[in-house]
């Protein structure tokens, strides 16, 4: 690769995959027939069915988004107090918790996965804990054995966060059957998407009854009003793409595999680069991001040289995660925030960067985007 002009068009870090009009326009069709917009329509009740089985999941109910879905996971499980949680994570983990009356306590993340340490877990227990809420940060599986088995010697809930984690499994088994519940994101930049959507999955029968009361309201029937729920409904046009959409993501993981290899031949001998995820092989992954960390003193330029000067060539990466939930004005005033209890995420939040990665983006596109990155070393 010697061309090194910038793309002639932004290549941005991700594009939403889109069903074909025509397949919408026929299930809108039977959406307009049903007369049916919302409130558990048979869309909703079909999808519910369907992604049950492909996450494979004993309990599963849909909600309007994935912040709504953990919010309401923490009210069904009744928590409060303190939650141990990871800074490396979207800005809706923490805030979910905030808006339960639950302060976020930060755990330290693990230098491999970026997921939270689960050996540091134990000290960060007080009197106040009720729960710890994880994240499967970009897909990679947490250590949900260890995780588990703190929970249970001090009788904590575990909740995921598996907004990143849809389709992955470990030695077959879906990702969402670990932990009290996991919640999953369906939004638009997610691998799997329902334009807006996400779902609370779980093992039991009487917790699927009260989660699907909170997501409406509390509402029993017509005499009864239950318990002070939200709206967390999804309505029938997104369902409906969700259907559709289920038969677009084993194609467009395929395709993210495809590319992720590429990545990897390109950048696997870049001294100060690597390329994550490093998983072990019984995980089933889903590709839905390409993540590097920088190691500057390696490399010879910071992450956030390489963000900027990617930028003069119309590529345009995020620094997931950047800054991390414990340098929040909201949180870091926190005991937990201080960078001596986080010292592994301040060093990974500096180190991050997300490269573009959709199934549109091509091959040559990739190994464009590699000598680009290249180019920048000192
Ligand atoms: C996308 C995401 C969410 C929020 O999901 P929404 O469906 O957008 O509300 C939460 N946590 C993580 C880690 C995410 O990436």
């Not at 800074?87 to 809706?92: D, E, L, M, N």
């Not at 620094?319 to 929040?328: A, G, M, Q, R, V």
């Given at each position: 690769m010697t061309n090194l002009e910038p793309f002639e068009k932004i290549i941005f870090v991700t594009r939403p995959v889109f069903p074909t009009l025509e397949e919408v326009t026929e299930k809108l069709q039977d959406i307009w027939n049903s007369k049916w917009l919302t409130n558990n329509g048979p869309q909703h009740t079909m999808l519910e069915r369907e992604l049950t089985e492909s996450l494979k999941v004993p309990y599963l109910s849909l909600f309007n988004n994935g912040t709504i879905a953990l919010m309401v996971a923490c009210q069904s499980l009744r928590l409060s107090g303190e939650v141990i949680t990871t800074?490396?994570?979207?800005?809706?983990t923490p805030h979910v918790l905030s808006w339960n009356n639950i302060t976020p306590i930060f755990c330290d993340v693990d230098k491999e996965t970026m997921n939270i340490d689960a050996d540091k877990i134990e000290s960060m227990i007080t009197p106040h804990t009720t729960a710890i809420l994880a994240v499967h940060v970009f897909g990679t599986p947490c250590d949900v054995e260890k995780i588990q088995d703190v929970a249970d010697r001090y009788g904590l809930r575990v909740v995921y966060d598996a907004a990143h984690a849809f389709g992955v499994e470990i030695n077959g088994r879906g990702i969402g059957n670990f932990g009290d519940i996991s919640m999953f994101s369906f939004h638009a930049t997610k691998l799997y998407h329902t334009v807006e959507g996400g779902a609370l999955v779980h093992g039991d029968k009487n917790l699927k009854r009260r989660i699907d009361l909170l997501k409406n309201f509390g509402i029993k029937n017509e005499e009864e009003v239950v318990m002070p729920g939200i709206n967390g409904k999804l309505n029938e046009i997104c369902a409906a793409i969700g259907r559709i959409m289920l038969g677009y993501v084993e194609d467009e993981r395929q395709k993210r595999i495809r590319l992720h290899k590429i990545y990897n031949e390109e950048l696997a001998d870049v001294d100060g680069i690597k390329l994550m995820p490093n998983c072990a092989a019984d995980v089933k992954l889903n590709y839905q991001y390409c993540v590097i960390r920088i190691d500057e003193k390696i490399f010879g330029r910071s992450r956030d040289y390489v963000y900027g000067a990617f930028k003069n060539f119309n590529v345009y990466t995020r620094?997931?995660?950047?800054?991390?939930?414990?340098?929040?004005t909201c949180y870091r005033q926190l005991n937990s925030s201080r960078v001596e209890n986080l010292p592994v995420a301040n060093v990974i939040g500096q180190q991050v960067l997300s490269l573009p990665m959709y199934g549109e983006l091509t091959e040559d596109d990739v190994r464009k985007i590699c000598a680009i990155l290249k180019s920048f070393r000192r």
């Open positions: 800074p490396f994570t979207f800005a809706a620094k997931y995660f950047h800054p991390l939930c414990s340098d929040y």
